[in-house]
């Protein structure tokens, strides 16, 4: 089965400083990895997602994780943190077949505060 | 192009009662998967639905069930209420079912059971 930990349930960042969130998967096969993230009251964004070629991807809001087969990780990170970047992060893998074939699992979360 | 609508958005209901909540995905979409959000559980996914066919399962007792429409409009019910399950009911819809589909999520029906 496939699973995602995200490690730091919260991070705690000044504005303008690096965002760096954590992410290791375990797949039985190549994974299809997400970044989603979600605000107060609403419903999941997608930030970013690894399918297949180029490592280093790039999404919105300035964001973007890089896929490290060795590692089975896909970290999270943004240069400059802005306020508005505060929110909840889920890091996410993508079934490949069985009988749960393309339902996303989760991570736990990990809750970004910015400080001014 | 309108994004997944999720009707109601908040929902009060009492133990033992039955609750339906509705998902309207992105047009052209026939893909449409539901999750249930909680603080201890956090993101579970429920059922997945493709063109009318329920495709996947996940592991909820059988009080939950749920169903698409022809036009890919999907509802999910929640029989005999039990306080557990307030949660954050999250819809998502994508063009097809494939790994590579991205899910696009509704903002979610908040249930909270008395």
């Known amino acids: 089965a496939q699973s995602v930990t995200q490690l730091g349930s919260h991070v705690s960042v000044s504005e303008g400083a690096l965002v760096l969130l954590r992410c290791n998967y375990s797949s039985s096969v190549p994974p299809y990895l997400f970044w989603y993230v979600q605000y107060p009251n609403q419903g999941l964004q997608l930030l970013l997602k690894?399918?297949?070629?180029?490592?280093l991807v790039k999404g919105i809001n300035g964001f973007e994780a890089e896929f490290k087969k060795s590692e089975t990780s896909f970290h999270l990170t943004k240069p400059s943190a802005h306020m508005s970047d505060a929110a909840e992060y889920f890091c996410a893998v993508r079934n490949a077949g069985g009988t749960s074939y393309g339902k996303l699992t989760f991570g736990q979360g990990t809750i970004l505060t910015v400080h001014p | 192009k309108a994004g997944v609508t999720q009707t109601p958005r908040y929902l009060i209901k009492t133990r033992g009662q039955q609750v339906t909540l509705s998902c309207s995905p992105i047009s052209g979409h026939r893909s449409v998967s539901w999750y249930q959000q909680t603080p201890g559980q956090g993101l579970q996914f429920l059922f997945e639905?493709?063109?009318?066919?329920?495709?996947n399962k996940g592991n909820f007792p059988g009080r939950f069930s749920g169903r698409q429409f022809s036009n890919s409009r999907s509802e999910m019910n929640v029989s005999t209420l039990e306080l557990g399950d307030s949660a954050l009911y999250l819809c998502?819809?994508?063009?097809?079912?494939?790994?590579?589909?991205?899910?696009?999520f509704g903002p979610g029906t908040r249930l909270t059971v008395l």
């Open positions: 690894y399918t297949t070629g180029a490592t």
């Open positions: 639905y493709f063109s009318e066919t329920q495709r």
């Open positions: 998502a819809s994508s063009l097809a079912a494939g790994r590579t589909d991205t899910q696009y």
